[in-house]
């Protein structure tokens, strides 16, 4: 499933226009911390995850996720944003709580992670 259509499926707007929505989701995953979730971050993953800061977009380049997802209409800062553009990394946000999120991804049946 792409970005474009799991984006539609979890009610996000997309933050970062810019950069395209054709890449694969292939697994999902949320977590805050972000060591544990360099450890764990996987290709194609779409992360959910309440933090904002430029290290996120940082940890989701270096394991080649699809998308970051911020939840109940978190918004990221603008430096943030920019490097996200920059690294051609999406940036979601979700009116969802973070459980609702993965659990639709769970019913549209995107497993815990590759």
Not at 15 to 23: A, G, I, N, R, Y
């Amino acid at each position: 499933m792409t970005i474009l259509d799991f984006a539609g499926k979890i009610e996000a707007r997309n933050l970062t226009p810019e950069v395209s929505l054709d890449k694969a989701v292939t697994c999902g995953y949320c977590c805050d911390l972000l060591s544990w979730v360099m450890a764990h971050g996987d290709e194609g993953m779409a992360w959910v995850t309440v933090q904002t800061h430029m290290n996120v977009i940082a940890v989701a380049v270096l394991a080649e996720m699809a998308c970051v997802i911020l939840p109940e209409g978190i918004v990221m800062e603008g430096d943030s944003l920019n490097k996200a553009v920059e690294e051609g990394m999406c940036v979601l946000s979700s009116p969802l709580t973070a459980y609702e999120i993965c659990g639709r991804m769970a019913g549209m049946g995107i497993p815990a992670h590759n």
